[in-house]
């Protein structure tokens, strides 16, 4: 049986059933994609992983995570101005922190093609918000194309670096998270390997390639003139189709995973309406579009998040003079969570009541499932970490979460962590948050991956400006809440190993005067610590370090001396004070119906980091099984 690295190597052409973001990967083989650079955040990581299944030495490509998604941006653009076609991928939000060397590739000559693979997240499943990322586009002048499914996937990626590298452009391909996870079966065409062109072709020729005063004109003209040809060929794209019921009176214009809901909703509907699918959602398909409406009596826009493309065809409409009702979102509730079958059988519903038929009851015997809160996992140093930093601090001290697993600490029991932004914020809020305050100390947490990624900064400007507060860095040696990716202190990168980027020796080079570590299953030490940290009346950090138990526990699981070690509860010797469950709260503690404690075994990994928290030492020593 071939593994997944042979499969996407196969130089023949064959089918296979594979998740979006894997049939991106072949994509990029057959492209000859030269370089791809990315930082880890989903729904995208598969992507990596796809990657990392072909071994170093047979990838026809570079590939790196780099430390943020804007020097990823960089660096995937200095490839692609050398004359080499390179992609870089990240999460919605990711590209918040690209935005800055984003917004500008569109004014520049990029003569080897770059694609901007963007996972969005509608419905907010792992980000913070459900930004819809279309708006970039319209900022910076560059195209997007919108995949529904995993041969949409491939076939578009295929065009949009065909035209990126015809017109030396970028291109953004718009997943979704639905569309990066959905499994299809996906025919792949014939792929020839071919040597890595390692010639430079860097030439200022090809520029301007400095965004001055003096060029910022020229060069925006030169972006927009692109633009136009981009128009012209999403009227001729065959990414965009119509799915022609034979229905002059009701349309819809959708894309992306909307369309496929919309064709699930309809499948027992008499009354189909024709569709228009459009792939190119920017700049739009003007010529298409118009020949749609004017074919159509009504016309209904479904699209996820905001009314990007309505606009769009609004403004067109009007100025053709065109008398098709255009509907467009109805209610708050059209603008918010993923487009399921479900969603858009509501908004179908509102729009033409009497199109789809009514829902059949699935009866009386259906329960609610109850709502399974996030937790971190059995064993995690985050967890022994929390259990003995509240203890070190007060009510009234604020604490200022950042974005990691870390970020479950706001959560019952511990409650740490009060307010959020963004990756590496936390160290700057916790600053404004320390200014005109001799009363309240203020806590600042960072994970170690977010230390470089976007941390220092903040540190830097806490001890520039002398802001008063203590920074506790959780050091896991991992990005362990998007699958464990490998950071600059975990003393290897994707590709081998590097030397490792100590935390506390960057913070004693930046010259932070009151460092202290420890390990946060020493937790007694870890309470003191802190407390001696936020007790010093100037900028302080506490090193919390432990690795990730679920990476360590996969790993060990491996190696054949492994034997799985479990804790008990000795029933003789508890007392019932519940502090393992209602403070430290391993999820591996469960009440029985007559208030015992009882270990769920298949949970429980043995770590032993919950024997401190019992003040009666009823919880047993790990034993092997």
Request: neutral net charge.
């Amino acid at each position: 049986m071939k593994t997944l690295g042979e499969i996407l190597l196969e130089e023949n052409s064959f089918s296979e059933i594979v998740m979006g973001n894997t049939a991106l990967v072949r994509a990029m083989i057959e492209s000859h994609t030269r370089v791809i650079t990315s930082y880890p955040g989903s729904p995208t990581p598969e992507i990596a992983e796809a990657i990392k299944s072909i071994p170093k030495e047979k990838r026809p490509f570079y590939f790196e995570f780099s430390t943020n998604e804007k020097v990823a941006t960089e660096v995937a653009y200095g490839a692609a101005v050398n004359g080499h076609l390179s992609t870089v991928f990240f999460k919605s939000v990711g590209l918040n922190v690209a935005s800055d060397t984003f917004i500008q590739l569109s004014l520049m000559n990029i003569i080897g093609g770059m694609i901007v693979v963007l996972g969005d997240d509608p419905g907010a499943n792992s980000s913070q918000n459900e930004q819809d990322n279309r708006h970039y586009a319209c900022l910076s002048y560059t195209p997007v194309f919108e995949p529904a499914s995993p041969n949409e996937v491939y076939t578009f990626y295929k065009e949009a670096a065909k035209l990126s590298i015809e017109m030396g452009m970028p291109i953004i391909l718009r997943l979704t998270t639905h569309v990066c996870h959905a499994k299809e079966k996906v025919k792949f065409q014939n792929w020839e390997p071919k040597k890595l062109d390692e010639t430079p072709r860097f030439d200022v020729k090809n520029g301007p390639y400095i965004p001055i005063a003096a060029d910022v004109f020229p060069m925006k003209r030169f972006s927009l003139r692109r633009l136009d040809k981009m128009k012209a060929y999403a009227d001729m794209s065959p990414l965009n189709r119509v799915v022609d019921h034979g229905n002059k009176n009701l349309g819809i214009i959708t894309m992306g995973l909307p369309f496929l809901s919309l064709m699930d909703v309809l499948e027992k509907t008499k009354e189909k309406p024709d569709i228009l699918k459009l792939g190119v959602v920017y700049p739009i398909p003007l010529k298409v579009i118009k020949s749609f409406l004017e074919t159509h009596e009504e016309v209904k826009i479904i699209e996820e998040l905001d009314n990007f493309v309505e606009k769009e065809i609004k403004l067109l409409a009007y100025d053709s003079r065109l008398s098709t009702k255009i509907i467009g979102k109805i209610d708050i509730e059209d603008w918010i969570g993923e487009y399921t079958p479900d969603k858009v059988y509501g908004v179908l519903k509102k729009t033409w009541p009497d199109l789809l038929p009514a829902r059949k009851r699935l009866g009386d015997n259906i329960f609610e499932v109850p709502n399974r809160p996030a937790q971190m996992c059995p064993g995690c140093g985050h967890r022994s970490a929390f259990h003995a930093i509240k203890k070190a601090i007060t009510d009234t001290d604020i604490t200022v979460a950042d974005i990691g697993c870390h970020t479950l600490g706001f959560l019952p029991p511990y409650q740490v962590g009060e307010l959020m932004m963004c990756m590496g914020a936390s160290t700057a809020i916790a600053s404004g948050l320390s200014l005109f305050n001799d009363t309240r100390k203020v806590i600042a947490f960072l994970g170690d991956s977010t230390f470089f990624h976007a941390g220092l900064p903040g540190i830097i400007n806490a001890l520039f400006n002398k802001h008063n507060l203590t920074l506790i860095l959780m050091e896991n040696g991992t990005t362990a809440m998007t699958g464990h990716q490998d950071h600059a202190a975990s003393g290897k990168n994707f590709n081998e190993p590097t030397d490792i980027i100590p935390l506390s020796r960057t913070l004693e080079g930046l010259g932070v005067k009151h460092i202290y570590e420890t390990d946060t299953y020493q937790q007694s030490k870890l309470t003191e610590i802190v407390k001696e940290a936020v007790g010093i009346n100037e900028f302080s950090v506490v090193i919390a370090r432990h690795p990730c138990m679920l990476k360590f526990i996969r790993e060990q699981r491996r190696k054949p001396s492994y034997k799985p070690r479990k804790v008990d509860i000795d029933q003789q010797k508890c007392q019932r004070f519940y502090e393992c469950i209602e403070k430290f709260a391993c999820p591996s503690f469960t009440r029985t119906d007559d208030q015992r404690v009882k270990i769920n075994r298949d949970l429980c990994i043995g770590d032993g980091s919950c024997l401190q928290t019992c003040q009666v030492q009823a919880i047993t020593p790990p034993q092997i099984e």
